[in-house]
Nanobody, 117 residues
C-alpha cells in the first residue's frame, strides 16, 4: 500500500509560480509511474503531467512549456513546478502512483491551487 501526501498548493497571482510536492511512502517508489492530475470545479479530473519509471515525462498540451514534472528516487518524491500560472489552472491537484500493469493505483488527498488577482 502506497501513501501519497501532496503539499505546496496555495493562492497565487496570474503569472506566478508554485511548486507542488508529493511524498510517497509504504511501497517501492521505483515500481510506479507517477502522475499529477487536476480537477477544477464542475469539471472532470484530467491528467496534467506524468513521469515514467524510467524518467520520461509527458504533459497535457495546455501546460507544456509552463509545468515541469520531476521525480527524486532518493527522496521518494515527485514534484510539479508550475510557472506562468493562469486562472484556468485553478483546481485541486492530485498525485497518483500507478503500476506498469495498471492494477495498482494510489491517490493522494489533493492540494488546492488558486490563481487569482
Amino acid at each position: 500500500q502506497v501513501q501519497l501526501v501532496e503539499s505546496g498548493g496555495g493562492l497565487v497571482q496570474p503569472g506566478g509560480s508554485l511548486r507542488l510536492s508529493c511524498a510517497a511512502s509504504g511501497g517501492n517508489f521505483n515500481l510506479y509511474h507517477m502522475n499529477w492530475y487536476r480537477q477544477a470545479p464542475g469539471k472532470q479530473r484530467e491528467l496534467v503531467a506524468g513521469i515514467s519509471i524510467g524518467g520520461r515525462a509527458n504533459y497535457v498540451d495546455s501546460v507544456k512549456g509552463r509545468f515541469t514534472i520531476a521525480r527524486d528516487i532518493t527522496a521518494n518524491a515527485v514534484y510539479l513546478q508550475m510557472k506562468n500560472l493562469q486562472p484556468e489552472d485553478t483546481a485541486d491537484y492530485y498525485c497518483n502512483a500507478r503500476s506498469s500493469s495498471g492494477t495498482r493505483d494510489y491517490w493522494g488527498q489533493g492540494t488546492q491551487v488558486t490563481v487569482s488577482s
